[in-house]
């Protein structure tokens, strides 16, 4: 019955577990092949990201992996071997300080560490009976931080329901948001719930409303990046009386900033409308005492979107949505009675299906649990001060050098800025070009009517000789294709 | 600027990322921890799943996490040892013989250790400037991936467009039926759109619809498990004229029953209505060609779920939604300057985030196209024939058992049975006292008006001996809680 237990890669492979009292040691030497392709591909690269542009790296890709389905296998040893070289040498990596455009951050190793065992074990966290101690671990972690993102609302009960912050494990901001904006919809007493946000907002508030057949969102001019209370207040008040939710951003995706959160917690009850915070980016600076203040206000919302694969170190999927008590999550409450008979409840079996929209689930929790627990909060804390602190010597550099201009200060670790002469279309240029030879990874961001490049300082391991030299790259970089721009 | 370099625990391991030149030598020490705590939790546990029930396991699980958030960290290979064995210790392991209630396969090692490499390297694939030659090798597979379920729809190209199979990939086949709902409303000439699908189908159907604002799916009742073409024209008859999605399944959750799929696609056409297929169970039959013939009439879809994280030997997530056509997934399109810039897009940068609802995302391709390459569709169809192999083996054994009953042989490798003389209460029960003694993780299915126990058999590595205990178990069983029942 074991099939060809010996013989071909594949038959080799085939009992190549990797669960039970076994697996560990048939684990071990496919780990080994799988570091040191990946060192070698690192070495490979030898810089951020690969040189030569999508093609090149498509070309590349294609080479290495081809046939992608070959009739006998090749085994696991060659398979890993070639395939996470290639994806290692094409690969875009935020461990480098140079590779810095995006809210994707380098992860910790003892995070990834984690999260091999759940891959390992595959609990699947629809049923309690596929994850008995990931559903408690999931319990456990999930509870702490929503109490970090709601202290104040502690556990109680009200009858027979247990009262008290709660937060799902999702894939990242943008599931997050989608299932803020499905509670408001689903607690609307005056359907259809009409989202209102500012034109900072993330552009998966937008993709959700669409998705779950809501009107488009009204959207509030931001000229300044940020939401302007007034302007808030004017759009409410000729608002049609119905059901509105508020979305206010705690850490933008272009600049960081962060919106006039009291204010617009204040307006909203005023309106009598709900509030969203989508802090994805921003909610980590909780962990800091310095910095958790410009986080006040965020206890008046409904539901706070937060990411710990931003600032929080860990590999994707890492979101989380937290809200100040369990009973705003009751319209995902779902029954499948294969998953969770009304008398298996009954009989004490947690129902865990309602924590997610997805029925099939990765336990994310655990790598998250590991880095709390390794790094306490002050390690986190110091972690998310340290890229703060990096970007405002950087801030500092790119004012010392008289060819660049400053957007602004930073709000958290993103930093806006451009060389002072330079056309919209040739800061596009420089940012591709940069790509393009392997050299940096930048961003882009539109503010102030004008194009920038973007840092989003990341990885605490950057030095300030990093940024400098990142800088170097800009005010060397040859200006092209800037004859049809302002 | 380093934060802590050394000293505390913490500070220690806030250098320690995972990616770059050095993150292989800081992992290698971490991964022999995972590795001993994860045999330790396995030999502690002692069979497959831990024994004493979810209070028991939960209370395990607080004291071994407890705080989870202490002020300073405990360092990383602390937090891992501990963290680690007790999800180990308090898992059901699907990679144990006795644990086959669900479509929770244990993951091959080589898929597992490849997806290490993508928590390392964290590319996100919603730009290509995160995920160079992830977006690249995600290309190449899913297109293999759609050829296997479409093969008859070869690359060609009208006009600038190219025209070619293709799949996304999913959290699961719950984001793949959700996707496949959301292209039927977007490409609906008559809105809203009217979904119907069997009684036996998945509850993600019903869900996809609601969290879609749809109206609510015309279900159709499956009596023998399966749709009855005949039951499905007479629904579709009486339906308003509006545009309508039927939905089908290969590989039904309670039984593994495939629907006839020829019919039910000649009906659907005759009444104008577009097709879904969910093959999340069944899908991966077709890296076998003693088994694809199960699926004949696959390609009569619109859209096709399935899932490699059942049949396929993946750790969740490894879901894929195809279509015939790239075309189809056009709602999906989706515009966010900061990752796809029409200037960006123009010089020729791979704009990937209309592949997803997700903006985040993992590379869940890599541990795919890994073990494609290592096993190649001979090895992976022999695993598929294996399972079927045991499924007939475990039917056999069931009729030999004068004590047992068993519900039907299996279409793939789903068996359903019951103690001859039991009621539906005492086989419940039967399940639930198995899961508390630690003795074996079992399914329960509702068929023919009864309820049943149910093993899905997803493990090569199971022997018939294993089987055969799994019986005796039941044979054994104490009754309890019978008095009230049938």
Chains 1, 2 share one sequence.
Not at 117 to 124: C, K, M, Q, R
Not at 188 to 204: D, F, I, T
Request: charged share 20%; net charge negative.
């Amino acid at each position: 019955m074991p099939p060809h237990p010996a013989g071909s890669p594949s038959g080799s492979l085939a009992a190549g577990l990797a669960g039970g009292t076994q697996g560990p040691g048939r684990l071990r030497p496919l780990l080994g092949t799988v570091l040191t392709a990946l060192a070698d591909g690192a070495t490979a690269r030898g810089g951020p990201l690969p040189a030569g542009g999508p093609e090149a790296v498509a070309r590349r890709v294609r080479e290495a992996c081809t046939p992608v389905l070959p009739d006998t296998g090749t085994g696991a040893e060659e398979a890993l071997r070639t395939l996470v070289r290639a994806l290692a040498e094409g690969a875009a990596d935020p461990a480098d300080p140079r590779c810095t455009a995006h809210l994707q951050c380098p992860p910790l190793a003892a995070a990834v560490a984690a999260d091999l065992a759940a891959g390992v074990l595959n609990p699947s966290l629809d049923s309690w009976d596929q994850a008995p101690s990931a559903t408690a671990l999931e319990a456990e972690t999930t509870a702490v931080l929503a109490a970090l993102v709601y202290p104040h609302q502690g556990p109680g009960s009200q009858g027979p329901v247990h009262h008290a912050p709660d937060a799902l494990i999702t894939t990242g901001g943008t599931e997050s948001n989608q299932l803020a904006l499905l509670l408001a919809r689903e607690h609307a007493a005056h359907p259809p719930l009409q989202v209102v946000c500012g034109a900072n907002a993330h552009h998966s508030i937008h993709r959700a409303a669409w998705l779950l057949g809501l009107p488009e969102p009204v959207t509030v001019d931001t000229p300044a990046g940020i939401v302007d209370p007034g302007e808030l207040a004017r759009t409410l008040e000729h608002l049609p009386r119905r059901s509105t939710l508020v979305v206010a951003t705690a850490g933008t995706t272009d600049t960081g900033a962060i919106d006039p959160l009291p204010q617009i917690g204040r307006i909203a009850e005023a309106y009598g409308a709900a509030l969203h915070i989508d802090a994805a980016y921003g909610g980590p600076l909780l962990f800091s005492d310095r910095e958790a203040p410009k986080l006040d206000g965020l206890t008046a919302a409904a539901s706070v979107t937060l990411d710990l694969h931003k600032l929080g170190w860990q590999p994707v999927a890492a979101g989380l949505l937290a809200v100040p008590d369990t009973a705003a999550l009751r319209p995902l409450d779902h029954r499948a009675d294969y998953l969770n008979a009304a008398d298996d409840t009954e009989a004490g079996m947690p129902d865990v299906l309602g924590r997610s929209l997805r029925t099939s689930r990765r336990p994310d929790v655990l790598k998250i649990a590991v880095t709390l627990r390794a790094l306490g909060r002050d390690g986190i804390g110091r972690l998310v001060d340290t890229v703060c602190d990096q970007a405002h010597t950087f801030a500092d550099l790119i004012e010392q050098e008289p060819g660049l201009t400053l957007h602004r200060r930073p709000a958290i670790s993103t930093v806006l800025f451009r060389p002072a002469d330079a056309t919209d279309h040739q800061v596009a240029a420089i940012r591709r070009t940069l790509l393009d030879q392997g050299r940096a990874v930048l961003g882009r961001a539109r503010a102030d009517g004008r194009l920038w490049l973007k840092a989003t300082l990341l990885n605490p391991a950057t030095r300030p000789e990093d940024l400098q030299q990142l800088l170097d790259l800009i005010t060397s970089a040859p200006r092209t294709e800037g004859t049809t721009d302002r």
